[in-house]
């Protein structure tokens, strides 16, 4: 995640006395509606139409964004012990994710395709290796290929001098003509 730095206020720039902003009661009010969407015990049960300062506001901002973004560490469960298998049979779930990037597979390219017969998938490390190299090939096929962008080559303008000009199509914008004009070519 791209870490996004904010550089500090300036000294005086808030005033805790100061009435509230149109935009900062704007903000205030978005942010209510949202509140009303929390779960009624996290509601600070707040009039907002009373918020008059800026030191309230930002009070009410504070209360708010930590409701709606808890802070911490999210708890996930241990897996049960013994649920890892490294043998254990594909589940029929399993089966038609395999059967479904199989048929993504044959869309490939021939040289792109794995190769792999879905009769040899019968265990869940199989299916995820499968459908790993299949998810990568399914990648590499989605990258554009950027056309190579070649110069054009020089033309004769006269017989007699030698000299030659880069060929130029109709569609040179007028800029690079009043250049070239400037510099003497036509």
């Given at each position: 995640?791209?870490?996004i730095?904010?550089p500090?206020?300036?000294?005086?720039s808030?005033?805790?006395?100061?009435p509230a902003?149109d935009l900062?009661?704007?903000?205030?009010?978005?942010?209510?509606?949202?509140?009303k969407s929390?779960?009624?015990?996290?509601?600070?049960?707040?009039?907002?139409?009373e918020i008059?300062t800026e030191?309230?506001?930002?009070?009410?901002?504070k209360?708010?964004?930590?409701?709606l973004?808890?802070?911490?560490?999210?708890?996930?469960?241990r897996p049960?012990?013994?649920?890892f298998?490294?043998h254990?049979?594909?589940?029929?779930?399993?089966?038609?994710?395999?059967?479904h990037f199989?048929?993504?597979?044959?869309?490939?390219?021939p040289?792109?395709?794995?190769?792999t017969?879905?009769?040899?998938?019968?265990?869940?490390?199989?299916?995820?290796?499968y459908?790993?190299?299949?998810?990568?090939?399914?990648?590499?096929?989605?990258?554009?290929?950027?056309?190579?962008?070649?110069?054009?080559?020089?033309?004769?303008?006269s017989?007699?001098?030698?000299?030659?000009?880069?060929?130029?199509?109709?569609?040179?914008?007028?800029?690079?003509?009043r250049?070239?004009?400037?510099?003497?070519?036509?």
């Open positions: 995640m791209t870490k730095v904010v500090k206020p300036g000294k005086g808030f005033d805790k006395h100061r902003s900062l009661k704007s903000q205030v009010k978005h942010l209510h509606a949202l509140e929390l779960p009624h015990r996290l509601q600070t049960g707040r009039n907002v139409d008059a030191s309230e506001a930002s009070a009410y901002i209360a708010i964004t930590s409701r973004h808890p802070r911490g560490k999210i708890k996930a469960p049960a012990p013994g649920s298998h490294k254990r049979p594909m589940s029929d779930l399993l089966k038609r994710q395999v059967e199989h048929e993504a597979e044959l869309q490939l390219p040289d792109r395709r794995t190769g017969p879905l009769g040899r998938i019968r265990l869940e490390h199989e299916a995820a290796a459908i790993g190299k299949v998810t990568a090939a399914l990648h590499a096929e989605a990258r554009p290929s950027w056309p190579v962008v070649k110069e054009r080559p020089a033309v004769p303008t017989r007699t001098t030698g000299t030659t000009k880069r060929a130029t199509s109709s569609k040179e914008p007028a800029t690079a003509k250049r070239d004009a400037k510099r003497g070519k036509k």
